[in-house]
Nanobody
Framework: VQLQAYGGGLVQTGGSLRLSCAASGSKFSIIVMGWYRQAPGKQRELVATITSGGSTNYADFVTGRFTISRDSAKNTVFLQMNSLKPEDTAVYYC??????????????WGQGTQVTVSS
């Protein structure tokens, strides 16, 4: 499975960005898609995930500012980021979890896209 992410960039505090990520090459179901991020010197952390059924999970630090959505038919996930803060600066990684044979879970990662929020 290949994950291709788009939409990172430089934005001022309070601005918005929209990330998108498309999964391709999967022969099995993609059950979860989402975003993680990693700032310099920090561990990678969850931003938001969404299941194929539309259930969402957000990190506390983005609730109310970020919205995750998904086009399951196209295996594409979006992250609308509003009210961005300098502490949101990080490399954002697209994530997907596939399910083989009904019980084998595989994790996939995209190449990362840089989001920089200037103060």
């Amino acid at each position: 499975v290949q994950l291709q992410a788009y939409g990172g960039g430089l934005v001022q505090t309070g601005g918005s960005l929209r990330l998108s990520c498309a999964a391709s090459g999967s022969k099995f179901s993609i059950i979860v898609m989402g975003w993680y991020r990693q700032a310099p010197g920090k561990q990678r952390e969850l931003v938001a995930t969404i299941t194929s059924g539309g259930s969402t999970n957000y990190a506390d630090f983005v609730t109310g500012r970020f919205t995750i959505s998904r086009d399951s038919a196209k295996n594409t996930v979006f992250l609308q980021m509003n009210s961005l803060k300098p502490e949101d600066t990080a490399v954002y990684y697209c994530y997907a979890q596939g399910l083989r044979w009904g019980h084998i879970q595989d994790d996939y990662w995209g190449q990362g896209t840089q989001v920089t929020v200037s103060s």
